[in-house]
């Protein structure tokens, strides 16, 4: 129990030094009024008491939170002892001034997350007052009390200034020289409380400030100006940040790139892609196109090769008659003769619509390194076909395709890119004219000629 006790003082403290580094957005002071019924027991001449509930009890006051968990109420109380059926005539009055600590139950355990109309607090606190037979009961001069008590109040909010309560309280008597009735006198003797007094009111609370909302209906941590400001700020550079301004389909915090040109397709990071784009156009992305800004052919790594014979435009001697890359795109000249050799495997073909090398064909091109190697001189010409089905266009560059992935397969085995030229017949040059399935698959194929 200690422990618990110990852990709500280091609570109270942590969350009132909490509350005074930032200005509040809510009002800390209310007035109060509340009238009700008390039931007073337990010190009572022979023969006399009170009706079970004696309309008696009205108080007002002042409350002050710290934060909306903890804070102080001061009260004024006055309360009527009148006889009841049974009993001799009497009537006294008691006065009172109490000092309560004040609990939000309903800001502490969350009540917002179910309602914002319902909350509750807890108050106790001790005082001081004056019992009198008749007069008024705050001079001093009478039968001089303490009290100490504690109570319940739930509450209803009916607007930004407004809340009505309920109050159940139990208040305890200390030091009263004389009973209710003032017929007789208490001895005190060793006990420290002489009587009991039990409330319940029905009353008001009128919210003091010029903010839109009490500490009673401001649950959880307060937040300042300038905490809110922060978050309109940082909801600002959210909308700016989820923008995407160069309309690449990247947010703008995302974008590393944030001025990519408009059209061009970008990476996870807003970043224009090579490998992505094809800014010429023609079949090459930008990443492996030697010419990206101008529309070339496959067998040209993507620049201008009028002749299609693998050597560029800007690099060929013959630019308007197909030739050989090893002789700067022109015809064969002298001593350049095909060299005929046992041919290095059977077949070199493809499935339809395919340029994928099976494992068996790349290591048959192994007979075709070991022929380069032997024979230094020796250059190749690799020639790629397809069958009749399709566009033109489309079979053009698929030859082109079929005949440059041989090309890649001897050089990653190690052949000088300058000694192999690459060029695709599409189907101009069949080597069967039937249609049928198995025969025309004879067309979908790659031929190597070596030249000396």
């Not at 006065?95 to 909350?119: C, D, M, P």
Request: hydrophobic share 35%; with cysteine; aromatic share 10%.
């Amino acid at each position: 129990m200690k422990k618990i006790y110990l852990l709500f003082l280091v609570a109270l403290i942590s969350n009132f030094t909490l509350s005074q580094e930032t200005k509040p957005n809510f009002n800390r002071w209310s007035a109060e009024i509340n009238a009700g019924i008390n039931k007073a027991g337990g010190n009572f001449t022979p023969g006399y008491g009170v009706s079970l509930i004696g309309l008696g009890e009205l108080n007002f006051g002042a409350r002050y939170m710290f934060n909306p968990y903890f804070g102080l109420d001061m009260r004024l109380g006055f309360d009527r002892f009148q006889d009841s059926k049974e009993s001799p005539d009497f009537a006294t009055n008691m006065g009172r001034i109490q000092l309560h600590g004040v609990v939000n139950l309903g800001n502490a355990l969350n009540f917002y997350q179910w309602t914002e109309k319902i909350s509750l607090l807890a108050h106790f606190g001790v005082g001081v007052g004056d019992f009198v037979e008749s007069g008024f009961p705050l001079t001093f001069s009478h039968d001089k009390i303490g009290t100490v008590g504690f109570g319940l109040t739930p509450q209803v909010k009916l607007g930004n200034k407004w809340s009505i309560n309920l109050d159940a309280g139990v208040m305890g008597i200390a030091r009263m020289h004389n009973a209710f009735d003032y017929n007789t006198r208490t001895s005190n003797g060793n006990k420290p409380i002489d009587a009991t007094v039990y409330t319940a009111t029905i009353g008001a609370s009128y919210y003091i400030g010029k903010k839109e909302r009490h500490a009673d209906w401001s649950p959880n941590k307060m937040v300042s100006q300038a905490d809110l400001d922060k978050l309109k700020d940082d909801m600002v550079k959210m909308k700016s940040d989820l923008n995407d301004d160069d309309k690449d389909g990247v947010p703008n915090y995302l974008d590393e790139e944030p001025n990519s040109a408009e059209g061009k397709k970008v990476n996870a990071h807003g970043v224009v892609d090579p490998s992505l784009n094809d800014s010429d156009n023609d079949g090459l992305a930008d990443a492996y196109d030697k010419c990206p800004d101008e529309k070339g052919t496959y067998n040209a790594n993507g620049c201008p090769d009028a002749d299609n014979d693998g050597t560029t435009d800007a690099q060929d001697k013959c630019p308007n008659e197909a030739g050989l890359i090893w002789n700067n795109g022109c015809p064969s000249g002298n001593g350049d003769n095909v060299v005929i050799v046992e041919p290095p495997f059977e077949n070199l073909t493809f499935n339809v619509g395919s340029s994928d090398l099976t494992k068996n064909q790349i290591s048959s091109l192994d007979r075709v390194v070991e022929i380069l190697k032997t024979n230094p001189n020796y250059k190749l010409v690799i020639k790629g076909h397809t069958d009749n089905v399709g566009e033109f266009d489309f079979n053009r560059a698929l030859s082109e395709k079929r005949a440059n992935e041989v090309k890649s397969a001897l050089m990653k085995k190690g052949v000088d890119a300058m000694r192999i030229q690459t060029v695709g017949y599409g189907y101009s040059k069949p080597v069967s004219t039937k249609n049928n399935s198995s025969e025309s698959s004879e067309n979908r194929r790659v031929e190597l000629e070596f030249r000396n």
